[in-house]
């Protein structure tokens, strides 16, 4: 009884001190927290200027140094023949050197080439110069034999992933030591992008002969740097490759890319000074990091955009021939023209984004060598025009249409914007977020009345446009159907002229535009901070980050 | 008891395979295709079709659980669909991990539960007790999320005390190791401490009532030494009891550490094999969890019948 009294009185002493103090301390930490948080604004952001390099200049190169990039996924496999991970571009840039590669203007360049590619007068046979006295990271010699094994291996290994990427190719012969011919069936324009990319890494044809489909487990290519170790879902680990043919344009000892997917908590690290070098900063910490002494932040737009596509006859799968959906969304020009004409892009992409991000209205991007006033043409803002429009096209307004959206943060704040923009316009969208994997699955399927999701974009145009608008077209989620738009791009793609191609690109931008399958809201930059502490630190428009000429610096 | 023994085992083996077929049809329900996954963004339907031959999707259900069960029997686990790697090495590397943080977290946990309770009780109504019950109330309201990036921000960024991210293994360098997990196991070992904490302070004050305890006292016991030998040694059992039931949620609680932290655990193996549709590796790892948690049970009931034998009657009746 005594000790029942006790704890009752125990308890209410406990509990008068805990209503008075905890609170009160529960609220000064709350304060203490906020008050420290980092606040972006809107004004801070730099509209979008590109910074493609933090150049070594007159810095003083301190040699050596184990440098660490956070990366925000991991990639998979290893094997630039399998890979469908853009990260995996990441790792394998400072490894495996391709033919070709783009520059900071983004345009195409030779890398293991000597020249761009020649093309013959009919297109059909294309011819590459192979650079000489280069050797793989096994002592292996560079040669033509070792491209034509490469691109040969692209064409025929089971789950090659560049096949469509490399187009109908006939023969690839080594000519001699260091030329290699590729024969087509009919011509193929967008080869040379496609070399720019993990078709045109050149894989050591020792290690190919020796570890077959286990090639991935430890690749063995030309490159600045070797493959050391992968710790799944951990770390990749590369060492600076002795044989390498520019050796002395390389500083670093080791780089290890570590994989963190949080993107606060890569700002957080790279703050810390744990990592030199972090990917895909979200517009949310990339503010404040550009504030942050010693830390530079890299921007450049992207090649890919982010879209609306809006499903006009996926009924039974991508694949399957398209079928009328019967819906006045999919069958009425003039509602998707009208929900089009209802976005504010420039106001979404401020306000959702900072300024950080740019508005889209095309697969082409401005920065691309193919863009057109035809291609950057974008349908005039007017909601009260979209209004009339629905009237006139006798729907019900607001005009009711679901959005299925990926449910990460970013993705959702962006829906809830777009969702309150084109109620003016007289739409009603209901926000139906799923998990990504979901929402890949439901594109295919053509489980869906409107999608948002983004393509990361290729340098060729080809690679933006043709698999996603042509009539049965590999990713064609919106089950587009239209023969005029088959025509531009097929003989886009069979021409070498770049304006000439630039030009056809246009026009069936032209004629998407006013179907709009696809409503292409806004694209991304690629935003790479880093540690002032390190330069030579590149990244250009495929968004790729350059690490092979990277060191540490002397601080000043 | 060799026939209960050996009705426990087949019951086990009952058990198991229904959790084997419940996690083969289980992972095949999720929405989403693991060869979209695969494939990310480059899907084309023939690349898709090459995928789902090579991974056995197109085979019938019946044929991929036989060669499910018949390559689980021999151990092989098969491959992670997204980078190739055996799923044997990758729940080798990832297993001890988890382990470790966890075992950290749980040291960690009971040394600050226990020194803030018996604070608690010997200065109450005085501000260490306050500051021990803020510490319970942060401890069991915060989410490990939240309190993770606060941590990372203000001793990882700000004072630099620890690395925000990174991991060790403890048997190349265990101080480098500890060094690592610091930081994860104080924020994974918070919650538990704040539940050690308030069942330390709370038995404690009772045990100290206790007449045995005003007896020690008057026979000249200094008050230190009645609290260390009499009150915290008798408000142990309550303790450890408490740990026992919590340590299941300490190690599922590290999904989330091991995430915020960029750990290499098995959590964080669990969640991205989830999000990206790697079926072997989901079917190993919650495969490997059912089998630990039958072996435990199973452990427990034959200790339960060696100490009572009424139990070993009743379980072969």
Not at chain 1, 19 to 35: E, Q, R, Y
Not at chain 1, 544 to 551: C, D, I, P
Not at chain 2, 186 to 198: F, H, K, P, Q
Request: proline residues 5%.
């Amino acid at each position: 009884m005594s000790t029942s009294h006790s704890r009752s009185s125990a308890q209410k002493t406990g509990s008068i001190v805990r209503k008075t103090w905890v609170p009160i301390v529960a609220l000064g930490l709350a304060f203490t927290v906020t008050a420290c948080s980092p606040v972006q604004t809107v004004d801070d952001s730099p509209q979008g200027e590109d910074v493609t390099s933090a150049p070594i200049g007159d810095q003083t190169i301190v040699e050596g140094g184990d440098l660490v990039m956070a990366l925000s996924a991991e990639p998979d496999r290893l094997d630039p023949t399998t890979s469908s991970s853009l990260y995996t571009r990441y790792v394998m840039q400072t490894m495996c050197e391709k033919l070709y590669d783009i520059d900071a203007s983004g345009e195409i360049v030779p890398m293991l080439a000597t020249e761009l590619p020649d093309v013959s007068a009919d297109g059909l046979t294309v011819t590459i110069p192979v650079k000489e006295d280069v050797v793989f990271a096994d002592g292996t010699e560079l040669d033509a034999a070792a491209v034509a094994g490469t691109i040969e291996r692209g064409l025929t290994l089971e789950g090659s992933s560049r096949k469509s990427e490399l187009g109908p190719i006939t023969a690839v012969t080594a000519v001699d030591s260091s030329t290699v011919e590729i024969t087509y069936s009919e011509p193929f324009a967008p080869l040379t992008a496609a070399l720019a990319d993990r078709a045109g890494m050149v894989l050591s044809p020792a290690a190919l002969a020796e570890k077959g489909d286990a090639f991935g487990d430890s690749p063995v290519c030309v490159g600045a740097f070797k493959f050391v170790e992968r710790v799944p879902q951990t770390s990749i680990t590369v060492e600076r490759d002795p044989l390498y043919y520019d050796a002395e344009n390389v500083h670093l000892d080791t780089i290890t890319y570590r994989i963190i997917t949080d993107s606060n908590i890569r700002s957080a690290n790279l703050k810390s000074g744990d990592v030199q070098v972090a990917d895909t900063i979200s517009t949310q910490d990339v503010g404040s990091l550009a504030e942050t002494d010693g830390i530079g932040v890299l921007q450049v737009g992207s090649l890919g955009y982010q879209g609306l596509t809006l499903n006009l006859g996926n009924v039974n799968g991508v694949g399957t021939p398209a079928e009328p959906l019967g819906t006045p969304l999919a069958s009425e020009a003039t509602i998707r023209e009208a929900l089009s004409m209802s976005v504010d892009r420039e106001a979404l992409v401020s306000s959702v984004f900072s300024n950080w991000y740019s508005p889209a209205c095309s697969p082409i991007s401005p920065s691309s060598p193919f863009s057109s006033a035809a291609s950057e043409a974008c349908a005039e803002y007017d909601p009260a025009a979209a209004k009339e429009m629905l009237e006139a096209a006798g729907v019900t307004v607001p005009f009711p249409i679901t959005m299925q959206v990926s449910n990460n943060p970013d993705t959702l704040r962006f829906a809830q914007a777009l969702q309150a923009a084109v109620a003016e316009g007289g739409f009603e969208l209901t926000i139906a977020p799923v998990e990504y994997s979901t929402l890949l699955d439901v594109q295919t399927r053509g489980d869906f009345e409107a999608l948002q999701l983004g393509w990361s974009g290729r340098v060729d145009p080809h690679g933006n446009m043709f698999n996603f608008l042509s009539t049965g077209g590999g990713n064609n989620y919106s089950g587009y159907n239209n023969t005029e738009v088959d025509d531009l791009m097929t003989e886009a793609a069979s021409v070498n002229d770049v304006d000439e191609r630039a030009d056809l690109y246009g026009q069936a931008i032209e004629i998407v535009q006013e179907d709009n399958p696809v409503i292409y809201l806004y694209r991304v930059r690629s935003l790479t901070a880093y540690s002032t502490g390190i330069a030579g630190v590149e990244t250009f428009a495929d968004g790729v980050v350059h690490l092979s000429h990277a060191a540490f610096v002397e601080a000043e | 008891m060799t026939r209960y023994l050996l009705t426990r085992l087949w019951q086990s083996a009952i058990t198991l395979i229904l959790a084997s077929l419940v996690v083969f049809i289980g992972v095949r329900q999720l929405p989403g295709d693991p060869a979209l996954a695969m494939a990310g963004e480059e899907a084309s339907p023939e690349r898709l079709a090459e995928i789902r031959t090579q991974l056995g999707l197109d085979d019938s259900l019946l044929t991929q659980y036989v060669n499910f069960i018949g390559n689980m029997l021999r151990g092989d686990f098969g491959f992670s669909t997204r980078t190739g790697t055996p799923v044997t090495d990758l729940i080798a590397t990832t297993l001890p991990v988890t382990l470790w943080l966890s075992a950290y977290a749980l040291v960690v946990a009971i040394v600050i539960g226990i020194v803030l309770g018996v604070v608690a009780e010997r200065f109450r109504g005085k501000w260490p007790e306050w500051f021990a019950n803020g510490f319970a109330l942060i401890g069991l309201s915060v989410p490990n999320f939240w309190l993770g990036i606060l941590a990372i921000l203000y001793l990882a960024v700000t004072l630099g005390w620890f690395p925000a991210s990174g991991y060790v293994p403890m048997a190349e360098d265990p101080l480098g190791a500890i060094y690592h997990l610091t930081l994860p196991a104080l924020i994974l070992g918070t919650g538990l401490a704040a539940v050690i904490m308030r069942q330390t302070r709370a038995s404690m004050i009772e045990t100290m009532k206790m007449d045995y305890v005003r007896t020690a006292r008057a026979k000249g016991l200094g008050r230190g030494r009645v609290l260390a030998s009499y009150g915290l040694r008798n408000s142990l059992i309550v303790v450890v009891t408490i740990v026992g039931l919590q340590l299941g949620g300490l190690i599922s609680g590290a999904v989330v550490t091991e995430r915020i932290f960029a750990l290499p655990g098995f959590g964080k193996l669990t969640l991205d094999a989830v999000f990206t549709r790697d079926y072997p590796v989901i079917q190993a790892v919650v495969l490997i969890i059912t089998v630990g948690y039958i072996i435990i049970n199973l452990a427990v009931d034959i200790l339960y019948s060696v100490i009572n034998p009424k139990i070993r009657v009743g379980g072969s009746n």
